[in-house]
Antibody, heavy 117, light 107 residues
Framework: QVTLKESGPGILQPSQTLSLTCSFS??????????VGWIRQPSGKGLEWLAH???????RYNPALKSRLTISKDTSSNQVFLKIASVDTADTATYYC?????????WGAGTTVTVSS | DIVMTQSQKFMSTSVGDRVSITCKAS??????VAWYQQKPGQSPKALIY???NRHTGVPDRFTGSGSGTYFTLTISNVQSEDLADYFC?????????FGAGTKLELK
């Protein structure tokens, strides 16, 4: 059974760096064709793809946020990490990680992040 | 960027009805479209991939169709548990983009 779980700081201040962790089980990121991505959703709004990382360490970023995003993985511990630099209130959202096999097939429950001074 | 337009923000239906939710791409995305269902307080769940293939465990009352720029998610014999938000996703080109969503409500 494939599961993913996000974790994050909950709340942080503007200009800080947001660090998110996706811990997963039921698949390996060393398997060809596998990837994990991050998507966010402000409360009551739509979904925005942020980034994803493939089994071969190929990384893809949303150009709208690329300069602020860093995605990485630790295959041995089944974790994927996302850092968002210089956050502001517009980054307040629920952040999801999801397995990607061309499309996002299994999603985590999400972690809520609030940026507030 | 490819814009995915779900022109209907809300759709009203009754239990037992057949309803179609549409998604239009701003350019040709072949069949690289997925559909998701999201209920309040929950994460999105995959329904359809590659435009017309049901994700594992999805009831056969959910059908996807389309290619190129026009895509449809049809729910036959709507059940009360189908009342939710529905989003389309194109994964043909980066950046991956979602439609804004259609909320399925009871009449």
């Amino acid at each position: 059974q494939v599961t993913l779980k996000e974790s994050g700081p909950g709340i942080l201040q503007p200009s800080q760096t947001l660090s998110l962790t996706c811990s997963f089980s039921g698949f390996s990121l060393s398997t060809s064709g596998m990837g994990v991505g991050w998507i966010r959703q402000p409360s009551g709004k739509g979904l925005e793809w942020l980034a994803h990382i493939w089994w071969d360490d190929d990384k893809r970023y949303n150009p709208a946020l690329k300069s602020r995003l860093t995605i990485s993985k630790d295959t041995s511990s089944n974790q994927v990490f996302l850092k968002i630099a210089s956050v502001d209130t517009a980054d307040t959202a629920t952040y999801y990680c999801a397995r990607i096999i061309r499309y996002f097939d299994v999603w985590g429950a999400g972690t809520t992040v609030t940026v507030s001074s | 960027d490819i814009v995915m337009t779900q022109s209907q923000k809300f759709m009203s239906t009754s239990v037992g009805d057949r309803v179609s939710i549409t998604c239009k791409a701003s350019q040709n995305v072949r069949t690289a479209v997925a559909w998701y269902q999201q209920k309040p307080g929950q994460s999105p769940k995959a329904l359809i991939y590659l435009a017309s293939n049901r994700h594992t465990g999805v009831p056969d009352r959910f059908t996807g169709s389309g290619s190129g720029t026009y895509f449809t998610l049809t729910i036959s014999n709507v059940q009360s548990e189908d009342l939710a938000d529905y989003f389309c996703l194109q994964h043909w080109n980066y950046p991956l983009t979602f439609g804004a969503g259609t909320k399925l409500e009871l009449k």
